[in-house]
Antibody
Framework: QVQLQESGPGLVKPSETLSLICTVS????????WSWIRQPPGKGLEWIGY???????VYNPSLKSRVTMSLDTSQNQFSLRLSSVTAADTAVYYC?????????????WGQGTLVTVSS | QSALTQPASVSASPGQSITISCTGT?????????VSWYQQHPGKAPKFMIY???NRPSGVSDRFSGSKSGNTASLTISGLQAEDEAYYYC??????????FGGGTKLTVL
């Protein structure tokens, strides 16, 4: 059974870098596309990016200059780094895995973690 | 990239049917077979309901169906039940290999 769990600081200061980790169990992260998706409070979902074994990584153009995603196969984890954060980056951040058919079919989700950007 | 366009809200009584639209362009919905739909209850992670326009993952009720015409995809829920009350989001793969979500639709079961 695939399980995903996000972890990281719940509070980040403006202009600093947000760092989150998604720990995966039940499947190797060497397979499948892995994504980050966020949801500002009271708002809709925003796709951040996806990566496949770090060989094919695509980011949302609106965030591309600030985002880095990477995989740690030894820990079966993948990570998100978002630099120069502002209050607009306050959101629940989800990690997700596709269904094995297509990268944008987000079948498996973590429970989400709220990150607040504030001084 | 702008979000796909969904109605902000829809409502209907139990037992009725509703359809939620998701409108994009020829660079996303219109040009992609990879449109999916998600159900989200408050405080919960989204749930995968429809993939590749009209396919249901295992375990999803056959009351949920999807379709597409031109640049607009649609989610239809028949035989509405109280537990269907939630937010619904569409997404589409795009011609530049990115992913776009719709703005979300709040379904109220009266």
């Amino acid at each position: 059974q695939v399980q995903l769990q996000e972890s990281g600081p719940g509070l980040v200061k403006p202009s600093e870098t947000l760092s989150l980790i998604c720990t995966v169990s039940g499947v190797s992260i060497s397979s499948y596309y892995w994504s980050w998706i966020r949801q500002p409070p009271g708002k809709g979902l925003e796709w951040i990016g996806y990566t496949f074994y770090s060989r094919n990584t695509v980011y949302n153009p609106s965030l591309k200059s600030r985002v880095t995603m990477s995989l740690d196969t030894s820990q079966n984890q993948f990570s998100l780094r978002l630099s120069s954060v502002t209050a607009a980056d306050t959101a629940v951040y989800y990690c997700a895995r596709e269904d094995g058919r297509w990268a944008s079919n987000f079948q498996h989700w973590g429970q989400g973690t709220l990150v607040t950007v504030s001084s | 990239q702008s979000a796909l366009t969904q109605p902000a809200s829809v409502s209907a009584s139990p037992g009725q049917s509703i359809t939620i639209s998701c409108t994009g362009t020829s660079s996303d919905v219109g040009g992609s077979n990879h449109v999916s739909w998600y159900q989200q209850h408050p405080g919960k992670a989204p749930k995968f309901m429809i993939y590749d326009v009209s396919n249901r993952p295992s375990g999803v009720s056959d009351r949920f169906s999807g379709s597409k015409s031109g640049n607009t995809a649609s989610l239809t829920i028949s035989g509405l039940q109280a537990e269907d009350e939630a937010y619904y989001y569409c997404n589409s793969h795009t011609s530049t290999s990115t992913v776009m979500f719709g703005g979300g639709t709040k379904l109220t079961v009266l």
